[in-house]
């Protein structure tokens, strides 16, 4: 594969990225944590609307505002993360609401690592695969650790997760994966698995948990 691009200007792009948007990096930390937080407590709509938040900024300012400088198929990069952000507002708004509930089974087990993963996990394999600090792709305003913590934490849907809002997910899984090496950000290698493996249980809603039900006493 050919880059329309060098290495060097990739991780330039970084880290001009990161210096211009600061303290957005510290927003999306927190906002991070109100995700976890709202799925575990079942709150479905601001999950899907802090979602859509992630991919819309990601889409806008990485994407378009940056990377475009770059790469001409950013642009469509941004489109892409700018109709999952719109997708992902409706149904924040006025589609379903995402009935969340918390981990249970091997389900559970994959939507905490990779929910780990993408917050605490990933900057640190960049760092340890010889990536500067500063040219680090930041949680919550860069492309795959926005799609990795997307699919940990839709798999704490109680239902069937709607396909449309998994199409550009897995699109950028390819994308992402498969240039990982390439472009020696070894963390997002991931990519290629994390769908793979979320998938099937994204399609099918969880096993209802059972309650046990005392039998009438007789009077």
Known sequence: MTLPFTLAQFDAVFARYNEAIWPAQAVAMVLRAAIVLW??????RPVAAGLALMWGWTGLAYHAAHFSAINPAAWA???LFVVQALLLGHQAASGPALRMQPPAGVRGVLAVGLIAYA????????RLGGQAWDALPMFGVTPCPVTLFTFGVLLLCADRV????????????????SAAWLLHVPQDGVLLVAWIAALPFLLQGQVPRRTSVRPAEGG
């Open 119 to 126: 917050m605490l996990l990933y900057p640190l394999v960049g």
């Open 39 to 44: 799925a575990w407590t079942g709150r479905g």
């Open 162 to 177: 709607p396909m449309r809002l998994l199409v550009v997910p897995v699109l950028w899984s390819l994308i992402g994966g």
């Open 77 to 79: 990069f941004a489109a």
